[in-house]
């Protein structure tokens, strides 16, 4: 029964789709039959409003598509546990030694957000150590890598596979709104005013306006939001709640400083790219560069720099006939790079909690 149950729901989830498919392919009459080729006179108009017609909605449709087609970023195969750490982890019925297991299990992997009280992000249905930004859907009941949400429009979970398509069928589905509603507007007025007469085919273009641009004033705001989302280089779900990561919570832990640096991440590094639906995101959707990182980063190589030029120093100003200034420093250097790289291990120093 609850098979019978769960397959009609997945039939279900398919209404929407139907619904927009629906709503395309009658737009398509009656923008080309009842407008274009019964009610505009002009034969220039006519062809120029067909091809670009076509153009939108071949964009839109190609990006669409590909928004719910494309199958969502699985967890890789390192992030679940195995038969003996999952028993482990089971057997234990204390918190903190449970959180002592998911960590040392972690150690090796790639990941650094947090639970909010500190702990590894770990997925009691998937059996799975969470990826940043990965979360479970339980519509599509699987873990998603970076996860935005979950849209019945295009019955897909929308994340690191398909972000990109999803923002380019918001934009190609403005733009043909807007196209549509901007060349129907005068034949809108004229059926509106009585000026023009198509018989009963002027209620098709009555309501091809009408549902043109209110779809277009729905998309402006959903589309800006998204566009805001990607400059700032964060999840529906992050501008919700901030993710955690070992030094707390940080509303911008992976921004990457500039906007065009965030736009890239998603889009790729080939700007004329950036307009089809076809994947150019970076990275692999399982780890993703950090703000906290990047400043610890800058700060390591400052410092370096700057015991570098003491290691040097200035000869004329600091020599002493015995070289001790130059051999303090050159100890010093080699004491505090050797505390930095020569522990592989790294057992003495803060950085075995990474991961």
Not at 176 to 203: E, H, M, P, R
Request: with cysteine; proline share 4%.
């Amino acid at each position: 029964m609850a098979g019978i149950l769960r397959s009609c729901a997945r039939v279900f989830q398919w209404v929407p789709v139907l619904f927009i498919s629906a709503i395309v392919a009658w737009s398509y009459y009656a923008y080309i039959i009842q407008l274009c080729i019964l009610t505009v006179d002009n034969l220039v108009e006519k062809i120029l409003y067909g091809i670009f017609y076509h153009i939108f909605l071949f964009m839109f449709a190609w990006s669409y598509a590909k928004s719910i087609f494309t199958p969502i970023g699985r967890i890789p195969k390192e992030f679940y546990l195995s038969s003996a750490n999952l028993e482990a982890l089971e057997n234990e019925e204390r918190g903190d030694r449970q959180d002592q297991i998911l960590k040392q299990i972690a150690k090796n992997l790639p990941v650094s957000t947090r639970t909010m009280a500190g702990g590894i992000r770990y997925c009691d249905i998937c059996k799975a150590i969470k990826p940043d930004r990965c979360h479970h859907c339980s519509v599509c009941e699987a873990c998603v890598l970076k996860m935005d949400h979950h849209c019945p429009w295009v019955n897909n979970c929308v994340g690191y596979s398909n972000y990109k398509f999803f923002i380019l069928f918001l934009m190609y589905a403005l733009a043909y709104c807007l196209y549509v509603a901007a060349t129907a507007l005068q034949y809108f007025i004229g059926f509106w005013t009585n000026t023009l007469d198509n018989g009963s085919g002027k209620f098709h273009i009555l309501f091809l306006f009408f549902a043109a641009a209110m779809f277009a004033l729905s998309l402006v705001s959903l589309f800006g939001y998204h566009c805001y989302l990607v400059s700032s280089n964060k999840t529906t779900l992050e501008s919700f709640r901030t993710p955690v990561f070992r030094s707390g919570p940080d509303k911008d832990g992976f921004s990457l400083g500039t906007k065009c640096d965030n736009i890239r991440e998603v889009f790729g590094d080939e700007p004329k790219l950036w307009w089809i639906p076809i994947k150019t995101n970076k990275g692999d959707g399982r780890s993703f560069p950090t703000r906290t990182e990047s400043e610890d980063s800058d700060h390591l190589l400052a410092e370096r720099q700057r015991w570098a030029e003491e290691g040097r120093g200035d000869g004329s100003a600091r020599y002493t006939p015995n070289g001790e200034h130059a051999a303090n420093n050159t100890d010093k250097l080699a004491t505090v790079t050797m505390g930095v790289e020569a522990d592989p291990d790294n057992k003495s120093h803060d950085s075995n909690h990474l991961f």
